[in-house]
């Protein structure tokens, strides 16, 4: 293995760096979000979906357009992703990639952005309500490519 760059950080200190930025939500504050009306975006590819499932009602954007689609200045953006002050709570499949994910999107000025602690892993084991993955067909945002 050869060294890394002067200044470089691993990926589990941009993690620890993006972390301390969140105020993480974990399944139950999750869904008493969503009653208020926060947006869970759930940033998982289509066959970690299909294998083990999805949470009703979260909006399906995968990873690598997440920002165009939600940067309200954007383009491409989603109808609902116009304004900076929208709560979004972001999942992946464990709550690694949402954490990420979550932070790109405060840089983009979404200061109520965080992410599902544990991601749909947790969501499910504690209890909440799932729906079997591939059962709604296509739900990805496909507006203008970014």
């Known amino acids: 293995m050869t060294a890394a760059p002067a200044g470089s950080l ?4 941009i993690l620890a760096n993006a972390r301390t930025r969140l105020t993480r939500v974990g399944p ?3 869904a008493a979000a969503l009653s208020r009306g926060a947006v869970l975006v759930d940033i998982r590819p289509a066959a970690q979906r299909a294998q ?4 009703p009602g979260a909006v399906v954007i995968e ?6 689609r939600l940067d309200p200045r954007s ?3 989603l109808p609902f ?17 949402s954490s990420l994910a ?19 892993a947790a969501w499910r084991d504690a209890g909440l309500p799932t729906i079997p993955g591939a059962s709604q067909g296509p739900r990805l945002f496909s507006q203008k490519s970014p």
């Not at 083990?52 to 949470?55: C, K, V, W």
């Not at 990873?63 to 165009?68: D, T, Y």
């Open 10 to 13: 691993s990926i589990d200190q």
């Open 28 to 30: 139950l504050r999750t």
């Open 52 to 55: 083990f499932g999805e949470i």
């Open 63 to 68: 990873r690598n357009v997440l920002e165009w």
């Open 75 to 77: 383009d491409a953006r």
């Open 81 to 97: 992703a116009d304004s900076y002050d929208l709560e979004i709570i972001v999942t992946c499949q464990e709550g690694y990639t």
């Open 102 to 120: 979550a932070a790109a999107l405060q840089d983009l000025g979404l200061h109520r952005a965080t992410d599902l602690a544990g991601g749909f």
